[in-house]
């Protein structure tokens, strides 16, 4: 499967972007889907991840109440919705695809990886 991701940007902090995902491909519905981020000097890190169906949604404490994670089977798309951006919110998004959810939160369980999209939260 091909991963595109979109939707980054410049925003200041307290505002709000939804980062996309597009997928190719049929089995879209087949697949775990998560969002990392990597920040300049930093190790890419888990941000969320939603299941197959799209019912179980997985965040890591620092976004959680503020990020949304959904998919659209249909439209074989992932996207992340994230409110009240933070300046450590800055970052390059990566969307991934998973056949398994055990494991979710970390990188080398995801087969799919889409190019990155910048975010930068200005204070």
């Known amino acids: 499967v091909q991963l595109q991701a979109s939707g980054g940007g410049l925003v200041q902090a307290g505002g709000s972007l939804r980062l996309s995902c597009a997928a190719s491909g049929r089995t879209f519905s087949s697949y775990v889907m998560g969002w990392f981020r990597q920040a300049p000097g930093k190790e890419r890190e888990f941000v969320a991840a939603?299941?197959?169906?799209?019912?179980?949604?997985y965040y890591t404490d620092s976004v959680k109440g503020r990020f949304t994670i959904s998919r659209d089977n249909a439209k074989n798309t992932v996207y992340l919705q994230m409110n009240s951006l933070k300046p450590e919110d800055t970052a390059v998004y990566y969307c991934?695809?998973?056949?398994?959810?055990?494991?979710?939160?970390?990188?080398?369980?995801?087969?799919?990886w889409g190019q990155g999209t910048q975010v930068t939260v200005s204070s």
């Open positions: 991934a695809a998973s056949v398994e959810l055990y494991g979710y939160r970390r990188s080398d369980q995801y087969l799919y």
């Open positions: 939603i299941s197959r169906s799209g019912v179980s949604t």
